[in-house]
Structure formats: C-alpha cells, structure tokens
C-alpha cells in the first residue's frame, strides 16, 4: 500500500459543534431544548458528573459515494455541550426526550424538606 493510499484511507476526524441550546426555568424544575439533527438516541450519551450536565451525540449522515455536499451546515458531527448543575435539581429525577432533532431534558427540582421537629431523647 502506497503512502498516498494510507492517507485516503484514514478517518478525518467529525467536526465538533456546540448545539443551539435554550435552558427554561419553571415553577417544576428546569428545560433544557438542544438541537441536534441527524443524531439517533443510541449514537446520544447524557453523563452527570458532579455538577456537570455533559451531552454528547454523533450525526452521521453523509453523502453516498454518488453524492457531493455543495453546502453542509448540519451533516456529520459531533455535538458536545455542557450544562452545570443546581443543587436544586434533583439528580435521580432527570428525564429525557428526543423527537424531531431536538432533545428535550428535564432537571426536576429537589422537593423543599418539610419541617419537623426532633424529638429530645432522656439520658
């Protein structure tokens, strides 16, 4: 194999983009809306680590070996976007959603601890 062939024959890497995101608060908790075109819910990972939201997703549409973009603005790639955190949200509640290209997350927030009185012990 020819030196030129090894290189036409290696991946180029995807580009990575952030996703256009809106992040809503309401009275239940807080939305986050991520556009993420091309993505399939088994190429889409969603970690928490720590404080961090990290979102990650790869587009892998392409154009077939007949076919030639003329303009790409949404084809294949990487999607990486990262979202800290409340301690308001309750982490184990965390829901989410794909439909239509974009991803609908739903941090719930921690119910308010109802007060209570301690009981006093006798020595």
């Known amino acids: ?8 024959n290696e991946a180029k ?11 809503l608060e309401r009275e239940d908790g807080f939305y986050v809306y991520m556009d993420i075109p091309g993505v399939r819910r088994e190429d889409l990972k969603i970690d928490i680590n720590e404080n961090e939201l990290l ?4 587009a892998n ?23 800290a955190l ?5 982490r184990e509640g965390i829901k989410a959603n794909l439909k239509d290209g974009v991803l609908m997350i739903h941090l719930p927030r921690m119910e308010k ?8 012990q006798t020595a």
């Open 86 to 90: 409340s301690d308001l949200v309750d």
């Open 13 to 23: 890497p995807l580009p990575r983009v952030s996703p256009a995101t809106d992040i």
């Open 55 to 58: 979102v990650t997703g790869r």
């Open 113 to 120: 601890a109802a007060p209570r009185r301690i009981p006093i």
């Open 61 to 83: 549409q392409g154009a077939s070996d007949k076919e030639t973009f003329l303009e790409v603005q949404f084809g294949p790639g990487e999607y990486v976007r990262a979202v």
């Open 1 to 8: 194999m020819t030196e030129a062939t090894e290189i036409k």
